[in-house]
């Protein structure tokens, strides 16, 4: 590849990241013109952004740890740092070996090698999965950093525009290219043990047309025509926020509106406890409420979140049929997308464990945890919020 001088363009950072997450169709075209290096984009773009997700696993596993079952765990602040350096360096190798894969592949989709070109691909399409790697500071919300997944959207979008290939044959080099990238990053992650010893000109496709699946193997699939109006919806949220930074408001419900959502009882349960605080910045932010409930030697919390203007990613989930799932001797955990809302599910029959949680309007989190007789109690408490409440405060 060429490696030489950095060339600067004329697109910030911060713009070029709202961009190609909220207009990619239109952001792509313009990233095909501009004249950079591979060292210019890697240090001024890739090395920036993929620090997210390692900065935000290392804060959230020091700050809260990672719970099991109602197990939670809190690595020494030195393996943390060691996981974190680990996770930095494989991100920034994994750009390199994406963009080498889609050189490589793009004379047999009808395309022109081009290691500059490739190189963006692999670096722009990877700013979802850098971006969404956010939620991983707070650990109810970290299963959606699956919205990464975005940047399979973005992938197919970019490589016929950059990579010069049909567009009817997007869709196979998308795949292939996933494909072989999965196989590669295997034996890149194979890797991190070690490593942690050491430390101790084709037309922009019509995607207004576009519908259908793409099945990527290991992965799941992605609805594209979802995927488009998901990524119209964030364009809107975009638009509030910046009004809302404009005028000195916040896009963020009241916490005081959230906390009265929290019934005094659920079934046999009484609320003891109630508390909500909330955190903006030009429009940026959130706010929260969370009430304990205890009957007898059961207990649970119910947590609220509005995510605001940052919880438009939750419309990806919308466009994926996420689905997990685990058992156990004594209980699963599960994940899936239920009429555009991703519900998470955990329960352990041995100690009555578990937590129950999904997203509501796209921003909203309710959360309910703790040692319960049945995961229904859990499934009781989040309902007894009202989904239909959250979803007429966006209104």
Same mark, same amino acid.
């Given at each position: 590849?060429?490696?030489?001088?950095?060339?600067?363009?004329?697109?910030?950072?911060?713009?070029?990241?709202?961009?190609?997450?909220?207009?990619?169709?239109?952001?792509?075209?313009?990233?095909?013109?501009?004249?950079?290096?591979?060292?210019?984009?890697?240090?001024?773009?890739?090395?920036?952004?993929?620090?997210?997700?390692?900065?935000?696993?290392?804060?959230?596993?020091?700050?809260?740890?990672?719970?099991?079952?109602?197990?939670?765990?809190?690595?020494?602040?030195?393996?943390?740092?060691?996981?974190?350096?680990?996770?930095?360096?494989?991100?920034?190798?994994?750009?390199?070996?994406?963009?080498?894969?889609?050189?490589?592949?793009?004379?047999?989709?009808?395309?022109?090698?081009?290691?500059?070109?490739?190189?963006?691909?692999? &670096?722009? #399409?990877? +700013?979802?999965?850098? %971006?969404?790697?956010?939620?991983? @500071?707070?650990?109810? *919300?970290?299963? /959606? $950093?699956?919205?990464?997944?975005?940047?399979?959207?973005?992938?197919?979008?970019?490589?016929?525009?950059?990579?010069?290939?049909?567009?009817?044959? &997007?869709? #196979?080099? +998308?795949?292939?290219? %996933?494909?072989?990238?999965?196989? @590669?990053?295997?034996? *890149?992650?194979? /890797? $991190?043990?070690?490593?942690?010893?050491l430390f101790g000109s084709s037309v922009t496709p019509n995607m207004?047309?576009?519908?259908?699946?793409?099945?990527?193997?290991?992965?799941?699939?992605?609805?594209?025509?979802?995927?488009?109006?998901?990524?119209?919806?964030?364009?809107?949220?975009?638009?509030?926020?910046?009004?809302?930074?404009?005028?000195?408001?916040?896009?963020?419900?009241?916490?005081?509106?959230?906390?009265?959502?929290?019934?005094?009882?659920?079934?046999?349960?009484?609320?003891?406890?109630?508390?909500?605080?909330?955190?903006?910045?030009?429009?940026?932010?959130?706010?929260?409420?969370?009430?304990?409930?205890?009957?007898?030697?059961?207990?649970f919390d119910i947590e609220v979140t509005d995510m605001a203007a940052?919880?438009?990613?939750?419309?990806?989930?919308?466009?994926?049929?996420?689905?997990?799932?685990?058992?156990?001797?004594?209980?699963?955990?599960?994940?899936?997308?239920?009429?555009?809302?991703?519900?998470?599910?955990?329960?352990?029959?041995?100690?009555?464990?578990?937590?129950?949680?999904?997203?509501?309007?796209?921003?909203?989190?309710?959360?309910?945890?703790?040692?319960?007789?049945?995961?229904?109690?859990?499934?009781?408490?989040?309902?007894?919020?009202?989904?239909?409440?959250?979803e007429a405060m966006v209104n």
């Amino acid at each position: 590849m060429n490696l030489g001088n950095p060339i600067s363009t004329p697109t910030s950072l911060g713009e070029r990241v709202k961009a190609i997450l909220l207009k990619p169709r239109e952001e792509w075209p313009k990233i095909d013109a501009e004249p950079v290096t591979v060292s210019g984009l890697f240090t001024s773009y890739v090395m920036i952004l993929a620090a997210i997700p390692a900065l935000a696993h290392l804060i959230g596993s020091v700050a809260f740890g990672y719970s099991f079952f109602g197990v939670t765990w809190r690595p020494s602040i030195g393996s943390a740092i060691s996981m974190a350096i680990i996770q930095y360096i494989l991100a920034l190798v994994g750009v390199f070996v994406l963009a080498l894969i889609i050189d490589w592949l793009a004379p047999t989709f009808g395309g022109i090698k081009n290691n500059v070109q490739a190189f963006k691909v692999a &670096a722009y #399409s990877g +700013t979802a999965m850098w %971006v969404a790697g956010i939620f991983a @500071i707070i650990p109810q *919300l970290n299963v /959606l $950093s699956i919205l990464g997944l975005y940047g399979l959207y973005l992938l197919y979008l970019g490589l016929p525009v950059l990579m010069k290939a049909p567009d009817d044959k &997007a869709m #196979s080099y +998308t795949i292939v290219t %996933v494909l072989a990238a999965i196989v @590669i990053f295997f034996v *890149l992650g194979a /890797l $991190s043990t070690p490593i942690a010893g050491l430390f101790g000109s084709s037309v922009t496709p019509n995607m207004s047309e576009i519908s259908g699946k793409m099945n990527v193997p290991g992965i799941g699939s992605v609805d594209l025509g979802k995927m488009e109006a998901a990524s119209k919806q964030m364009e809107a949220t975009a638009k509030k926020m910046e009004a809302a930074a404009a005028n000195g408001t916040s896009v963020a419900v009241a916490p005081s509106a959230l906390q009265a959502l929290l019934p005094e009882t659920v079934g046999n349960y009484h609320r003891t406890e109630v508390e909500s605080q909330s955190m903006d910045a030009g429009g940026v932010g959130g706010s929260r409420a969370e009430a304990k409930y205890e009957s007898g030697e059961n207990h649970f919390d119910i947590e609220v979140t509005d995510m605001a203007a940052v919880g438009a990613l939750t419309a990806m989930g919308a466009a994926m049929n996420v689905q997990s799932n685990r058992q156990t001797a004594t209980g699963y955990e599960k994940t899936e997308t239920v009429d555009g809302r991703i519900v998470t599910e955990e329960w352990d029959s041995s100690d009555g464990d578990g937590s129950y949680s999904t997203t509501v309007a796209n921003r909203f989190m309710v959360k309910a945890e703790g040692k319960v007789a049945s995961i229904n109690d859990l499934k009781a408490a989040v309902a007894a919020i009202g989904p239909d409440k959250l979803e007429a405060m966006v209104n």
